[in-house]
T-cell receptor, first 112, second 115 residues
Framework: QKEVEQDPGPLSVPEGAIVSLNCTYSNSAFQYFMWYRQYSRKGPELLMYTYSSGNKEDGRFTAQVDKSSKYISLFIRDSQPSDSATYLCAMSARQAGTALIFGKGTTLSVSS | DAGVIQSPRHEVTEMGQEVTLRCKPISGHDYLFWYRQTMMRGLELLIYFNNNVPIDDSGMPEDRFSAKMPNASFSTLKIQPSEPRDSAVYFC?????????????FGPGTRLTVL
């Protein structure tokens, strides 16, 4: 079992839809959870950052962490064509000598 | 700041040739990471440095891969000899020690094709 599992999609939705992206993980030491967004032919960029369990909201984006289920989600409200990208979840235990573990990414396409 | 700079942006080479990828991290960043991204395997960490010292190279696939960071503003990833299965996009990223390794700033990547 990989440490981080993410459905690669692709996921296609109409403009204005609510999008739910998810990752599951197996390492209970993970405490820091991130979502990176990657546009085509670009490098990933940090979108959301959450510590431990709970929700975090930033505009149309909400990140949710459920440590008891080892499950994280990213919700996008009122999706726009500009949201079309690949979304990668990433996790960290923040222990010395360890680095981020990324999911494979989910490709999202929002049509106008 | 210009962000993380990588060169070349595209590289096409023949099997058996040596390939050198270059990276300039963001000034002041203490960590530098090399990743490889493919459709099949996603984003894989190859190696990372802290203050120019390699910390973890367990992701380097084989002895054909080597990475150096001679100073705080430059790193190379070398593949010798290259093979078709090395075809991928290679990303360099950097981050500040204060933020540990969570907020990483990625370069635009080098798209490598080995024929």
């Amino acid at each position: 079992q990989k440490e981080v599992e993410q459905d690669p999609g692709p996921l296609s939705v109409p403009e204005g839809a609510i999008v739910s992206l998810n990752c599951t993980y197996s390492n209970s030491a993970f405490q820091y959870f991130m979502w990176y967004r990657q546009y085509s032919r670009k490098g990933p960029e940090l979108l959301m950052y959450t510590y431990s369990s709970g929700n975090k909201e930033d505009g149309r984006f909400t990140a949710q962490v459920d440590k008891s289920s080892k499950y994280i989600s990213l919700f996008i409200r009122d999706s726009q064509p500009s949201d079309s990208a690949t979304y990668l979840c990433a996790m960290s235990a923040r222990q010395a000598g360890t680095a981020l573990i990324f999911g494979k990414g989910t490709t999202l396409s929002v049509s106008s | 700041d210009a962000g993380v700079i990588q060169s070349p942006r595209h590289e096409v080479t023949e099997m058996g040739q040596e390939v050198t990828l270059r990276c300039k991290p963001i000034s002041g960043h203490d960590y530098l990471f090399w990743y490889r991204q493919t459709m099949m395997r996603g984003l894989e960490l190859l190696i990372y440095f802290n203050n120019n010292v390699p910390i973890d190279d367990s992701g380097m696939p084989e002895d054909r891969f080597s990475a150096k960071m001679p100073n705080a503003s430059f790193s190379t990833l070398k593949i010798q000899p290259s093979e078709p299965r090395d075809s991928a996009v290679y990303f360099c990223a950097s981050s500040l020690e204060a933020e540990l390794t969570d907020t990483q700033y990625f370069g635009p990547g080098t798209r490598l094709t080995v024929l």
